[in-house]
């Protein structure tokens, strides 16, 4: 992991957007170099995993966590508890089991509701006609404070696809009134600043190769 590669990603990336780091697979030390170098938003996917980092980084207080995994029911409270963000909420069922958890652990996380804008079979998401149906009563769920959306797009689409499914998660989050697009990795991160992404998650572009 090179720090220079950071601030040559920073230095390409509008002010407007925010970085989001993704450690998932990579050491405390190597977060607590990018921190050294201003970045406080990391991203994990393994509650366990994060939950170890988080315990080595306890002094790290600048830090923000966010929770980018598959979300196991099992692991709400757990999630709820320790992490500030959650981009990964896939379903109503666990919109309102965070809710429900939020108001026992007197919590109220930031969220960006996963969307579901392709057919790939291994990415889950909400329908965005049934996100539409759903929508007033999901505004009524307490303790959560929704932000935005979440997608991911399908492994080897061209420039072109990606774009178009970057910019259809930008008029949902607009015809719904939210602020925040979590959409971009590594390797489709120019279009979605293009199509108005806000949170960029980047892993392999920061910190390298995962082994
Ligand atoms: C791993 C992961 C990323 C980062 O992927 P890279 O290709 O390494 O940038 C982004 N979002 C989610 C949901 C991930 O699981």
Not at 139 to 150: F, P
Request: glycine share 8%; hydrophobic share 35%; aromatic share 8%.
């Amino acid at each position: 992991m090179n720090p220079a590669n950071y601030l040559e990603i920073k230095n390409k990336i509008p002010s407007n957007v925010n970085i989001l780091a993704v450690s998932k697979g990579f050491k405390s030390q190597e977060i607590k170099t990018i921190q050294n170098i201003g970045q406080n938003d990391f991203g994990e996917s393994k509650v366990q995993e994060a939950l170890e980092k988080q315990l080595t980084l306890k002094d790290h207080k600048q830090i923000n966590w966010h929770f980018i995994g598959r979300i196991q029911s099992n692991k709400i409270r757990k999630i709820v508890q320790n992490f500030k963000y959650i981009h990964s909420v896939d379903s109503f069922e666990k919109l309102q089991k965070i809710s429900n958890i939020s108001r026992e652990e007197k919590k109220n996380p930031l969220i960006m509701l996963q969307v579901k804008l392709s057919d790939d079979p291994t990415k889950g998401g909400f329908n965005p006609e049934f996100l539409i149906m759903k929508w007033r009563e999901i505004q009524e769920l307490k303790n959560i404070s929704l932000t935005g959306l979440m997608t991911i797009n399908p492994k080897g689409l061209s420039s072109k696809e990606n774009s178009g499914l970057f910019k259809k998660c930008r008029a949902l989050a607009d015809s719904l009134q939210l602020p925040d697009c979590s959409m971009g990795m590594s390797g489709d991160w120019e279009e979605a600043i293009d199509a108005g992404s806000t949170w960029l998650r980047l892993g392999s572009l920061i910190f390298g190769g995962r082994f």
